[in-house]
């Protein structure tokens, strides 16, 4: 029976999974896949914003945004300790429309790597498959929102040839 199991999770494998790097393999995810998703968001922001304790409404733009039309990819290790291991990074895309020229483009709703697999060339092959996908569909340009204190991500898009288009400014109104 092992032996069955181990022949049907690498002919799954097969099937689904496709080496992004050396080590690591990249797949589809699963529209079950919202929790995992969802935990992936709140270490991203935790991460950014330690000062900040509650992330409950992540669950609402997960909820809202998360459909067949935003695809997402899990890396995982090529050869995990235990089959079922979470994944170590994720790329989230969705669509955008450019206000200049109205084309719909590519948007990067959430690309993260979890700490111990950071500066391993996994986030600029996920940015580098991302830009492939939205060539593949017809896109010419794709678009990303980074945390101007996540310097670096911003490093990071600006090596792989991003470069600002726009501003986003905020004024706290406080009572």
Known sequence: MRELYQDLLTLWQTLVFEQILPG????????????TLLKFMRLSYQELFPEQDNFSHLAVTVEKYFSQDTPLWWVELAQPTVPWLDPIACLWL???VDQIHGDR???VFLLYVMPKYRRQGIGSALMRYAEDWAKARGDR?????????NQLAVHLYQRLGYQTQSLWMLKPLYR
Request: aromatic share 8%; net charge positive.
């Open 141 to 149: 340009q794709i678009g990303l929102q980074v945390f101007q204190r």
């Open 94 to 96: 969705g669509n955008a």
């Open 105 to 107: 483009h590519a948007h």
């Open 24 to 35: 690591y393999n990249l797949r589809p995810g699963l529209g079950r896949e919202q929790a």
